[in-house]
């Protein structure tokens, strides 16, 4: 009984998994020619939702990805190779449109920023602790109690052995007069 209800769990995932790919596609969107759908689809899967930011128009259900996936479609039905397409959007959106920008002086900071931002985060991490080591106050521990401090903490270790209040000190207030 356990092995068929895990098989039919495994069939529901793997039917709810097979839906995946399918995207956003609306089936009105979809071209009647399958090698034109291929390149849409394909074409799609590489063009930033600039609504969703990190999606694909092909996997978004935002307004503007529709309007963009139809528009790949009106300009592959036009005759538009696919670098024709690509360069119409990148024209009229800019680098951001793409999901993978191409590589150029412009794109240089999206490409290398994070590793730069890395590389001075683990700079400034080495320098932290050389200079730690140098100073050596890692090893060097607290600073021995002044000679009115160890009698304070003396006065204050007898009263609590004895179970009493410690003694009030010179210099902590004394209780409120509005209590």
């Known amino acids: 009984?356990?092995?068929?209800?895990?098989?039919?769990?495994?069939?529901?995932?793997?039917?709810?998994?097979?839906?995946?790919?399918?995207?956003?596609?609306?089936?009105?969107?979809?071209?009647?020619d399958p090698a034109l759908e291929a390149r849409a689809r394909a074409l799609s899967q590489n063009i930033r939702c600039l609504v969703c930011q990190n999606e694909s128009i092909d996997s978004s259900n935002a307004d503007l990805a529709r309007d963009l996936r139809l528009l790949v479609r009106e300009r592959l039905l036009a005759g538009d190779s696919d670098r024709q397409v690509q360069d119409y959007l990148v024209a009229r959106?800019?680098?951001?449109?793409l999901l993978t920008p191409p590589m150029r002086p412009a794109t240089y900071l999206l490409w290398f920023g994070p590793f730069a931002l890395l590389l001075a985060g683990a700079g400034a991490l080495l320098l932290l602790?050389?200079?730690?080591?140098?100073?050596?106050?890692?090893?060097?521990?607290?600073?021995?109690?002044?000679?009115?401090?160890?009698?304070?903490?003396d006065r204050l270790l007898d009263a609590a052995e004895e179970g009493g209040k410690p003694p009030a000190s010179p210099s902590s207030p004394g209780p409120s007069k509005g209590a």
Request: net charge positive; with cysteine.
């Open 93 to 97: 959106y800019g680098d951001f449109v």
């Open 129 to 153: 602790v050389r200079r730690q080591r140098r100073s050596g106050s890692a090893e060097a521990g607290p600073a021995p109690l002044s000679t009115a401090e160890r009698a304070r903490l």
């Open 1 to 32: 009984m356990t092995a068929r209800l895990a098989g039919l769990c495994l069939l529901a995932v793997m039917a709810l998994w097979a839906a995946l790919p399918a995207g956003a596609v609306m089936p009105d969107e979809i071209l009647d």
